[in-house]
T-cell receptor
Framework: KQEVTQIPAALSVPEGENLVLNCSFT??????LQWFRQDPGKGLTSLLL?????REQTSGRLNASLDKSSGRSTLYIAASQPGDSATYLC????????????????FGKGTKLSVKP | NAGVTQTPKFQVLKTGQSMTLQCAQD?????MSWYRQDPGMGLRLIHY???????DQGEVPNGYNVSRSTTEDFPLRLLSAAPSQTSVYFC?????????????FGPGTRLTVT
């Protein structure tokens, strides 16, 4: 059964620091991996999607990497800002037959990031 | 494009009441799904649909019904609300249920059952 784990559960850093959020998954049979941002009481905002054949994706100050064989992904945030404070969720889309229901995204429980001014 | 839209944004129900959470997408996506998000549990799949007229159960389907009469709409029905259904509900859509496609999420419906 595919499981997604995010460590740490919470992280507090001073403004300006570079930081890395970690995501691990137990089965490498995935189509892709998505990183989401969720602000308190709000919906999910998709940040980056990495296809299984890709090693990394970049968007602005964000860089996500994927090592499918080891079951790991990282989200790198450069020069963090207080506006980056949110919960970051990682989710994998299992290949058909490897993750239960078709199309199901398997989510981690998230890392709550706080960036102090 | 509006993307994935959900109504209402907030709802309070009494135990035993029924209601329908609405979800619509304007991206001509074949695949649509419903998740619930609970503290400490993460997001879990309730029901999904791979096309008009085709629905199936996800991980936590009990107490919920769905139908898909059009490509655009995928309503979620609570027939007799229970306090255990207090949660945040997200609708999502994707071009297909298989393959390397991104999923897009709606803004969510926050439901409280008293």
């Amino acid at each position: 059964k595919q499981e997604v784990t995010q460590i740490p559960a919470a992280l507090s850093v001073p403004e300006g620091e570079n930081l890395v959020l970690n995501c691990s998954f137990t089965d490498s049979a995935i189509y892709n991996l998505q990183w989401f941002r969720q602000d308190p009481g709000k919906g999910l905002t998709s940040l980056l999607l990495i296809q299984s054949s890709q090693r990394e994706q970049t968007s602005g100050r964000l860089n996500a990497s994927l090592d499918k064989s080891s079951g790991r992904s990282t989200l790198y945030i450069a020069a963090s800002q207080p506006g980056d404070s949110a919960t970051y969720l990682c989710a994998v889309r299992p290949e058909e037959g490897y993750g239960g229901s078709q199309g199901n995204l398997i989510f981690g429980k998230g890392t709550k990031l706080s960036v102090k001014p | 494009n509006a993307g994935v839209t959900q109504t209402p944004k907030f709802q309070v129900l009494k135990t035993g009441q029924s209601m329908t959470l609405q979800c619509a997408q304007d991206m001509n996506h074949e695949y649509m799904s419903w998740y619930r998000q609970d503290p400490g549990m993460g997001l879990r799949l309730i029901h999904y649909s791979v096309g008009a007229g085709i629905t199936d159960q996800g991980e936590v389907p009990n107490g919920y019904n769905v139908s898909r009469s059009t490509t655009e709409d995928f309503p979620l029905r609570l027939l007799s609300a229970a306090p255990s259904q207090t949660s945040v509900y997200f609708c999502a859509s994707s071009r297909s249920g298989t393959g390397d496609y991104e999923q897009y999420f709606g803004p969510g419906t926050r439901l409280t059952v008293t």
